[in-house]
C-alpha cells in the first residue's frame, strides 16, 4: 500500500485491501501493538526459560515457569512465540545398547584391568563401535585409539556392525602404525570382537 500511494488515494487503497484508514495510520507510524510488545517481552522470558531448562522444555512445562514470573500466556501462544523465535527442544533418546557381552564366543582375558598406563605409543590401543547419523542412515564407525598419543590409528565405516568392520579397523591401524611384539587390543568384549 505504501508504495502505491503516489497514484492511488488513501481512502480508494483502504477500501480495496479492506482496512480502516485509522488502521493504515497507525501501522504507517511503525509503532508496534500493546500484544505485539506483550510478545517481545514474553519472548525473552521464554528465552531464558529455554536456556534455564537446558533446551529441554516444551509449552507445556514453559508455561507454569513464565507463571511463576508473572507473565499470564496460553500454551498455544507460547507455542507460536517459540517457532518465531525458533527454539525446538532438545529430545531424550532412549538408551539403546550396541555392545553385547553375552555371547558364547571365545573373551579373550582384560590384560588391562582398568590400569591405562601405557609407557609409549603402540602398546596399548583401545578400539569401539559407534553409530553416527548420516543423510542417507546410520553408519557404524568402529575407531582405533592409541592410549599413549590418544591418536586414532585405525577406522572403518559400515552399514552392519561386524566382526568384519573391527577388523578392517585393526588391519588399517597396523599397516598405518606397524607396532612391534606385545601391543595389547583392548575392547569391550563385543561380540564382534
Not at 509503532?31 to 528465552?47: G, N, T, W
Not at 513464565?66 to 501462544?77: D, I, S, T
Not at 588391562?112 to 596399548?124: I, S, Y
Not at 599413549?148 to 599397516?175: D, I, N, P, S
Request: charged residues 25%; glycine residues 8%.
Amino acid at each position: 500500500m505504501k508504495s502505491m500511494r503516489p497514484e492511488y488515494a488513501v481512502e480508494r487503497l483502504c477500501l480495496a485491501f479492506e482496512v480502516s484508514r485509522s488502521g493504515f495510520y497507525a501501522w504507517l507510524k511503525g509503532e508496534p501493538s500493546p500484544r505485539a510488545q506483550e510478545d517481545a517481552v514474553l519472548k525473552v522470558a521464554i528465552q531464558a526459560v529455554h536456556r534455564q531448562s537446558r533446551e529441554t522444555y516444551g509449552p507445556r512445562r514453559i508455561q507454569p515457569e513464565l507463571r511463576e514470573q508473572g507473565f499470564v500466556a496460553g500454551r498455544g501462544r507460547i507455542a507460536r512465540l517459540r517457532r518465531e523465535l525458533g527454539l525446538r527442544c532438545k529430545q531424550r533418546r532412549k538408551f539403546r545398547a550396541t555392545t553385547n557381552s553375552n555371547h558364547n564366543l571365545p573373551v579373550a582375558a582384560n590384560l588391562l584391568d582398568q590400569q591405562f598406563a601405557p609407557t609409549a605409543p603402540n602398546e596399548v590401543w583401545v578400539t569401539d563401535i559407534t553409530y553416527v547419523p548420516t543423510g542417507e542412515g546410520w553408519l557404524y564407525l568402529a575407531g582405533v585409539k592409541d592410549v599413549f598419543t590418544c591418536e586414532l590409528v585405525g577406522y572403518a565405516m559400515g552399514e552392519r556392525m561386524t566382526q568384519e568392520l573391527t577388523m578392517k579397523a585393526l588391519w588399517k591401524a597396523v599397516q598405518h602404525k606397524r607396532p612391534a611384539h606385545g601391543l595389547i587390543h583392548h575392547s569391550d568384549r563385543g561380540s564382534q570382537y
